[in-house]
C-alpha cells in the first residue's frame, strides 16, 4: 500500500511539474509584461498615459519588424547579424532613389528589394556552402554597412517625399502609422507560421534539419525563404525608419540586430530552433520597449540604460537555457 501511495505521489509531483512548466512557457513573459507595466505605474503617473503607451509602441515597431524576420531565422536554428547593416542599406538606397526622381512607392520596393537581396544572399551562402550563420550574417553585417557608407559618403540623406514621411511619421485616426505596420507584419507572420506548409517545414528544420531532409522537406529552398523574409523585412524597417528620421542615413540601426535577438529569445524562442511563437517575439519586444521607456521617464542615465539592456540579454539566454 505504501508503494502505492509513493508512486502516486510522484505522478502527481511530475504532472504537476509539468503544468507549472507548461503554464510558464505559455504565459511567463506575459505575466512579466504585466508586472513590470504594474511597477512603473506607480513609479511614474505618466507611464500609463495614452500618449506615453503609443510612444512605447512607435518606438519598438522597428524592432519590432526587425524581430519577426529574426523569428523564422531562430526558429531553424540560425542567426541574423546583419539585420540592422540591411536596415541602413536599404533607406540609404530607398531616399536616394527618391532624391533623384523615383516614384515614392517604387523607391519603397526597391528598398524592401535591396534587403531581400542581402536574405537570399546570406541564405544561400549558409544552405549551400554550410558555413554557419553566424559566421555568414557577421560577414554581411560588415559589408553591407561598408556599403551604406560608401553609397551615402558617409552622410545622411534628406528625404524628399511625403509618403515615406507619413511611413514613418504619420498617424491614421490618432495612431502612428509605423504601429498599423508592425501589427500587420505580425499578423502576417502569425497565419504564415501556424497555418502554412511552409510555417510547418520552419519549425521542422530547428526541431531536426537532417530528419526534416529525410522526409521530403526542401531544406535549402526553405532556408533561403527564410532569411529573404529576414532581409524584406529589414528592408521595410530601413525605409519607415527614414520616414520617421527624414533621412536615410548610413549609421542607422546599429545595435538593433541585439535589439531583435533579445526579443525573440525573451519570446520564448529557443536558440536552438523548433520552439517559440511569433506572438512571444512582440511580447519580448514589449518588455524591451516598456523597460527602456520606463527607465527615461525615472531619469535613468542613458549609459545605465545600456547596462541593464546588456543584462537583459544574458537573462534572455539563460530563460531559454533554463527552459531546457
Known amino acids: 500500500m505504501r508503494t502505492r501511495i509513493q508512486a502516486s505521489n510522484r505522478v502527481e509531483f511530475r504532472w504537476s511539474t509539468g503544468s507549472l512548466k507548461t503554464l510558464w512557457n505559455r504565459l511567463g513573459m506575459f505575466l512579466i509584461l504585466a508586472l513590470l507595466c504594474i511597477v512603473l505605474s506607480f513609479l511614474s503617473h505618466n507611464f500609463l498615459e495614452t500618449t506615453n503607451l503609443l510612444n512605447v509602441l512607435k ?29 541602413a542599406l536599404s533607406g540609404v538606397i530607398s531616399v536616394m532613389l527618391i532624391g533623384k526622381g523615383v516614384n515614392s512607392v517604387l523607391g519603397l520596393l526597391i528598398g524592401m528589394g535591396v534587403g531581400i537581396m542581402v ?11 554550410k558555413l554557419p550563420p553566424f559566421i555568414v550574417t557577421l560577414g554581411s553585417y560588415t559589408y553591407v554597412r561598408g556599403l551604406a ?18 511611413l514613418g511619421s504619420g498617424n491614421i485616426a490618432g495612431i502612428p502609422t509605423p504601429i498599423y ?42 532556408l533561403i525563404c527564410v532569411y ?8 521595410l524597417a530601413g525605409v519607415v525608419l527614414a520616414g520617421r528620421l527624414f533621412s536615410g542615413q548610413p549609421t542607422a540601426g546599429i545595435g538593433f540586430e541585439l535589439d531583435a535577438i533579445a526579443a525573440v529569445i525573451l519570446g520564448g524562442t529557443s536558440f536552438t530552433g523548433g520552439v517559440g511563437t511569433i506572438q512571444g517575439t512582440i511580447i519580448g519586444a514589449l518588455i524591451m520597449g516598456v523597460l527602456s521607456n520606463g527607465l527615461t521617464l525615472l531619469d535613468v542615465s542613458y549609459y545605465w540604460q545600456l547596462v541593464v539592456k546588456g543584462v537583459v540579454i ?6 531559454d537555457y533554463l527552459r531546457k
Open 119 to 129: 536574405g537570399v544572399l546570406n541564405g544561400f551562402l549558409t544552405a549551400k556552402t
Open 314 to 319: 544574458i537573462i534572455a539566454v539563460l530563460l
Open 181 to 222: 505596420i508592425m501589427i500587420l507584419i505580425y499578423g502576417i507572420s502569425y497565419f504564415v507560421l501556424k497555418y502554412t506548409m511552409f510555417g510547418r517545414h520552419v519549425y521542422a528544420i530547428g526541431g531536426n534539419e537532417e530528419a526534416a531532409r529525410l522526409t521530403g522537406i526542401k531544406v535549402e529552398r526553405t
Open 149 to 166: 557608407y560608401v553609397i551615402s559618403g558617409g552622410y545622411p540623406i534628406v528625404l524628399n517625399s511625403q509618403f515615406i514621411k507619413f
Open 228 to 235: 529573404a523574409i529576414s532581409g524584406l523585412l529589414s528592408g
Open 59 to 87: 518606438q519598438i515597431s522597428i524592432i519590432a519588424i526587425l524581430a519577426a524576420g529574426m523569428t523564422f531565422i531562430i526558429l531553424t536554428g540560425g542567426i541574423d547579424l546583419s539585420v540592422g547593416s540591411t536596415l
